[in-house]
């Protein structure tokens, strides 16, 4: 396993990603445990976007329960439909929000929280679980992190 990440400083977000991608598909490969990998997937991201928020959420029955994250304590518990995640869930669809408070029945676990994106992944077609990832500022996610965070979430696929 590769203990060092290596991060271009000076380059845009799209490189950005083309550099951590492989190093993340190294990381996670060849280790099994799920929440084991989602939690190195956490680290990686906020260690290189500085997000303010960027965790999972895990179908457990019929509720998404929060997994490993990083950022200010968040809600637990989200129920099928329901906010941002909640819906990227039910419609398995990544969910590009540029103004939360426009998103209706959006949950604000922060009221910091301005800007999010959700990207869901699933085992053997159904979805078992959401990537969130969230911004103190307005319109902060863009195509390009929809891109590149739904490309992340297919590699992870091929893990589980
Ligand atoms: N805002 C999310 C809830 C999760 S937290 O932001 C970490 C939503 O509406 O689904």
């Not at 993340?24 to 084991?36: C, P």
């Amino acid at each position: 396993m590769a203990e060092t990440l290596y991060i271009p400083t000076d380059a845009d977000k799209a490189k950005k990603y083309e550099a951590i991608l492989p190093q993340i598909e190294a990381l996670i490969s060849g280790e099994a445990d799920l929440v084991a990998n989602l939690a190195n997937i956490a680290a990686v991201l906020r260690t290189t976007f500085g997000f303010f928020w960027v965790g999972f959420y895990l179908v457990k029955d019929d509720q998404l329960v929060l997994g490993p994250f990083q950022g200010p304590i968040a809600c637990t518990r989200i129920n099928l439909g329901r906010g941002v995640c909640g819906t990227a869930w039910k419609e398995n669809q990544t969910q590009l929000v540029p103004d939360v408070e426009a998103f209706p029945g959006h949950i604000a676990c922060s009221s910091a929280s301005k800007s999010e994106i959700v990207v869901p992944f699933s085992k053997n077609g159904i979805v078992i679980g959401v990537l969130d990832v969230d911004s103190d500022q307005l319109t902060d996610f863009d195509d390009t992190d929809q891109i590149y965070l739904e490309k992340l979430m297919s590699i992870l696929e091929k893990t589980i």
